[in-house]
């Protein structure tokens, strides 16, 4: 299957933010809702995702085969802001950080963001098991492995 250049950019995205959520690729992709994101999906890069366990959407092997990407666990595509959290958040074996202290960390390390963005960054990487919420009642967060354990490698922010 021959791929547009739009679908080839669109699938570099699923590949590089997986395991992700209609609302994430609806933004990246400009698009109205995420129903649009499903038929494109369907339509469009039908044999290069499918749905995990928790209904994310996950891109197939043959994905990133495609495209000439590497790939593996210990690989972290993000954007920017979510590379900047990585590398302040707190260690699997430290103290765990309110959303509040690594919004903090995060502009002093030079990185404009509020804190919405920082509280769906910390979000973002949970689901993808990097990141661990430690208290569910004011939650508070960490890094989830040891920080050798992934190589993170930053990608384009959606365009505003």
């Not at 299957?1 to 950019?9: G, P, R, V």
């Not at 649009?36 to 994310?56: F, I, K, M, P, Q």
């Not at 004011?138 to 365009?159: H, I, Q, S």
Request: hydrophobic share 40%; proline share 4%.
């Amino acid at each position: 299957m021959t791929l547009s250049e739009e679908a080839e950019s669109r699938l570099a995205d699923l590949v590089a933010l997986q395991p992700t959520k209609n609302g994430e690729l609806q933004e990246r992709w400009g698009l109205d809702s995420g129903s649009e994101v499903h038929r494109y999906l369907e339509a469009e890069l039908e044999e290069y995702y499918y749905r995990n366990e928790d209904s994310r959407i996950c891109a197939t092997p043959a994905a990133a085969e495609v495209l000439g990407m590497e790939t593996g666990e210990d690989l972290v595509r993000v954007p920017e802001l979510r590379a900047e959290i990585l590398e302040v958040l707190a260690g699997p074996d430290e103290e765990p950080q309110s959303v509040v202290s690594v919004l903090q960390d995060v502009r002093e390390a030079g990185v404009d963001a509020d804190p919405d963005a920082v509280r769906s960054g910390l979000r973002s990487l949970e689901d993808r098991g990097v990141v661990e919420v430690v208290r569910k009642t004011v939650p508070t967060f960490r890094l989830a492995v040891d920080r050798d354990a992934f190589a993170v490698e930053v990608v384009e922010d959606v365009e505003a």
